[in-house]
Each structure stands twice: as C-alpha cells, then as structure tokens.
C-alpha cells in the first residue's frame, strides 16, 4: 500500500532501483565534477500511448514494447480521500479484499497465476487511487485479464473475507503506526496539514473506523467504486495490440456498467490563514522529531517539476541541503528530508528533522525553516541544479526500463495528473527547469504561505495537542 504521507506500506511490495544507465544514455556520471550542461536536454522518444474507452466506461491504455514479458495494471479512481465519513481505511482495505474469492477464483489464486509461471503481482493504495499491477511472461498476458475482470465484476464481498482482512489491515496499523518510533508522527502528516479536504484522513484508517464497519457498509463501498467507468487498465511490454483489444473486448466489455454516477470528492482546500503549531507525543520515541508543513499545489500544476527539483535540492543524497546542515555541519540531527507530496486535488511541502543527541523538538525547528526557506532566497549554484536534475532524470529513465515502470509512469500520469499523455512530457519539463522557477514556487508555497510546526516527543503522560476538527479553521497551538 503506498501513504504518500507515510511510507509504502507494501502487501509485498519491492521497489527496484538501478544504477550505471546515465552512461548508456550518454549521461555524465553522477560522482563527476563535470554535471551535464543545462543547455543540453537530452532527446527521449515519446512513449507509444494507444487509448480508448469501451461502451462501459472502461478505460483501455495500451503500451507496446519489445521483449517478453509484459505488465497488467487496473488503477480504480478511488482512494484514501473517498472513505465514508466514520470509515476511514476502506479503500485501504479493499486493496486487500481484491485478493480474496470471487466466483471463479478461490482465494490466492490470483497469487498461484501470476508467482507460478515467474511472474509478480501486488497493490498500493493512496489517497487518490487503489492500483494493482502485475508482471508475467507475455504468452500468459490472456488469463492475466481474464482474472482481473473477474475480480472487478464477482468478487465474493462476504462476512469471512470482511472479518478476515480487516484483521490483517489492524494489525498492519499496529505494526507501521503504533509500534514503529516516528509512525504516529509521519501518519498524521495531512492530519495537520490539510484543513477541510478528506486527505487530511491517512489512507492506513484508524482501529476505531474499521472496528465500527459492518458488512453491509463494505459491500456498499465495493458497489460504488469498483465497477469499469472508475477504472483505467494499462497494460505495457510485449502483445499483439490488435489481440490485446480482442481480449479486452471479450472479458471486460461484458461487465455492467451502473446507472448511478460515481460520487467525486468536490471539497476545494482553502489557503491556510494562520500559521500554527501543535504538539504530538509518542511512546518509546528514542529522540525528539520535528515536521514543518506549507500548502502546495496539485500534481498537475506546471509547478509539479520545479518542486520535484525542490525535493531533491533539500533532500536528495548524503549531499543534499538539509543532509549537510542539520546532520553533518551542525549536527543537531540524526536524518532529516523534504517532501513535495502533490496529489490529485492539493499537495503538501513536508521538512522533518530527528533530533541527535540532547536537542529537543522545537531546537530543530529554526534550522530546519531556515534550510528550506534558504533555497527560495538565495543564489543556486548551475552545478547543483544540474546534477540534482541528472540524478532525477536518470532515476526516471531507469524506472520505465521495465514494463512495470512504464505502466506506473503511464498510471500516475492518467489518474494524478488527469492526462495519461502528460508521460510523454514531464521529463523535458523537469529538464526544462531554472532557478527562477524553483525559487518562484518556493517565494510562494514557503515565504508567502502559512507554515504548519509539529513537534513530537516521548508522551511521559501527555498526548500533546490534536489537530483541529475537520472543517474547522487551525490556529496556533502551544
């Protein structure tokens, strides 16, 4: 399961990484003194994108490639943010659920037809999507669709599965939030960040909500969201396209579309009017934490890249920004990072910082604005912009080597930024970044927004201070 606002909390996900293709792309290694010249972009094919919608709404994007194998992915456009009031944690949940029986599977099958003929499958759920991907050779790419049509249209929402998974998505929370030192800090992330919008429920849910949940509520989630027109299948590597639309046709086509609308989540984030702060305590917090929140934009802004680069000058490698001051220099800090996490509707810029040594949480606040508040006021170094873009550029490049990077890239771009084609032009935008543009957003988002202050320590008998009912309006908190 991916929490943007957390951490990957995987089914059994496993991220895959490489290293060396900056050569082979006729990039300059990234240890050189020398990084690649801005004035330089590098030339990359558009990838060869074939969509359309079948008569039931069904979203179809089709990505051949050579090779021999190839990914199948259905993102459903349900998330974390279309939880029912009281119910937060369903979309969580039924990630899980779409392992279970259906009416022609038993449970695990999909499982055996995927891991049986060398193959992978898993799922993540975030606030704005549920998606399921899997990799197999192509000769098996047929009872591939098959099963996912087959677990979107009768998928057995019965009282064993419900009891049976919603203990395994407990005892997940126990283990990523409860017991983990800093889970209920980085958990309650959009907690504090968001105002109104439902991202401010986390995706992993609460032990309260899922407690209260009934049978009758879940089948009720499953009808409203699980159906074709909320769903977009991708599948990229190797298949004949034309046969690729047979099968389609022939597994998919056949399931009903309802009559009701899918109910969009339509609730606008304000622009926060005050900064504020709050305290968080934890038990068996080892050191003091602290998380500096600002206002972003969504993931299709055309600021996405400059924040993209934001990121990875503050956060990126034992060389980035926040690394070299708080940790190394002044040595206030044991790790300490900045995300731009953007979804669908809004976003968040996230600073946190772990406490080294007898520093208390509100010692690491003052350093830590200052770090990030510096990038938007003074000079950037060409050099550092350039090699923070290369090892961005190379990551990206190295990720859609597989079928299954490609099918997420193409996911992403579809379902966060509304544009599956936008894949084919956000690695000349992130190239096409400046200073000017880095340090305008940051001017922005930083300087002129609100700052949310999260200081989190050991509990010793104090919760410290929630945050605000959803709806209402945060204020500073001591």
Known sequence: MTYPQFARLPRRRVLQYGAGLGAVLGLSPLWAQQPPQATAPLAIAPLPLARRILPNGLELIAVPQAGYSVSVQVW?????????????GFAHLFEHMMFKRTRYMADEQFDRMTEDVGGSNNAFTADDVTAFHSVVPANHLEPLLWAEAERMSNLQVDQANFDSEREVVKEEYRQRVLAEPYGQLFNAISSYGYQKHPYRRPVIGSMADLDAATLQDVQRFHDTYYRPDNAVLIVAGAFDPLQLDRWVDHYFGSIRQPREPVPRVDTVEPRRAADAQFKLSGANVPLPAALLIWQAPRAGSADAPALQVAQGLLSLGDSSRLNESLVYRMQIAQSAGFDAMLNADAGLLVANAIAAGSQSAQDLVEPLAHEV???????????????????????????????????EAVGQAALLRG???????????LQAVTVADV?????????????????YESSDGDKGTPPPSEGKASGATA
Do not use: C, F, H, W
């Open 373 to 407: 508040q510096r990038l938007a006021e003074e000079p950037i170094a060409p050099a550092e912009l350039d090699k923070v873009k290369a090892q961005l550029l190379t990551t990206a490049l190295v990720r859609r080597q597989t079928p299954l990077g490609i099918a």
């Open 76 to 88: 459903y456009r349900v998330g974390g943010k279309d939880d029912p009031a009281g119910r937060s």
């Open 439 to 455: 340090q305008r957003v940051m001017r922005r988002e930083v300087l002129q927004g609100k700052r949310v202050t999260v200081l």
């Open 419 to 429: 544009d599956a084609t936008a894949v084919n032009r956000e690695l000349a935008q």
